[in-house]
């Protein structure tokens, strides 16, 4: 099985085929990035991803598991399947995206209010809502549950949470 490399850059490397993600302004790279995907054995570029947001990009991630891009941008999250180049999922959301944490298959994201569970053939599982309203952060993740906290009262006021892995719901 192919393994990947991801980056974020200004510019795409030329001569390599381009895949605009998100589809926001076709015919500009202007207020744009790329994520660029390597073969990890050879460090040889074979895919430019263009990514885009509607907002200003504050926080970015991207990650490879065998052959799907994850990828959190601006307000925008997407899974690509490099085999077929299509997304398996796709959302955007009302605030920003802030981070994303891969375990047992499945990617937890989170946004500045909300985290979602996501199969990596991207099924949304569930969403546990207002769990903060300028941030949510990911602490640790196990079998039966999520811990983490919430910005209710910026900046600084943090509150944790724990949610349960199954159900998505509260504890």
């Known amino acids: 099985m192919m393994k990947y490399r991801t980056?974020?850059?200004?510019?795409?490397?030329?001569?390599?085929?381009?895949i605009d993600l998100f589809e926001l302004n076709r015919y500009s790279e202007s207020?744009?990035?790329?994520?660029?995907i390597?073969?990890?054995?050879?460090?040889?570029p074979i895919l430019n991803l263009k990514v885009e947001s509607d907002y200003s990009v504050t926080f970015s991630q991207t990650d490879s598991v065998n052959n799907l891009i994850i990828i959190g941008y601006g307000n925008r999250f997407a899974?690509?399947?490099?085999?077929?180049?299509?997304?398996?999922?796709?959302?955007?959301?009302?605030?920003?995206?802030?981070?994303f944490k891969i375990y047992n298959h499945e990617v937890f994201?989170?946004?500045?209010?909300?985290l979602i569970r996501i199969s990596l053939s991207g099924e949304l599982?569930?969403?546990?809502?207002?769990?903060?309203?300028?941030?949510?952060?990911?602490?640790?993740i196990n079998e039966e549950e999520i811990k983490g906290k919430g910005e209710y009262?910026?900046?600084?006021?943090?509150?944790?949470?724990?949610?349960?892995?199954?159900?998505?719901?509260?504890k």
Request: glycine share 8%.
């Open 31 to 36: 207020n744009c990035e790329f994520v660029i």
């Open 153 to 170: 009262n910026p900046p600084g006021g943090w509150e944790s949470f724990i949610i349960d892995r199954n159900t998505g719901k509260v």
């Open 7 to 18: 980056e974020i850059k200004q510019h795409p490397i030329s001569g390599i085929e381009e």
């Open 79 to 99: 899974i690509f399947d490099l085999e077929s180049k299509s997304k398996k999922y796709e959302t955007c959301f009302n605030g920003y995206f802030s981070s």
């Open 109 to 114: 994201l989170a946004s500045d209010s909300d």
């Open 125 to 140: 599982i569930w969403t546990a809502e207002y769990l903060g309203i300028d941030g949510v952060e990911i602490l640790e």
């Open 38 to 44: 390597y073969d990890k054995n050879t460090e040889e």
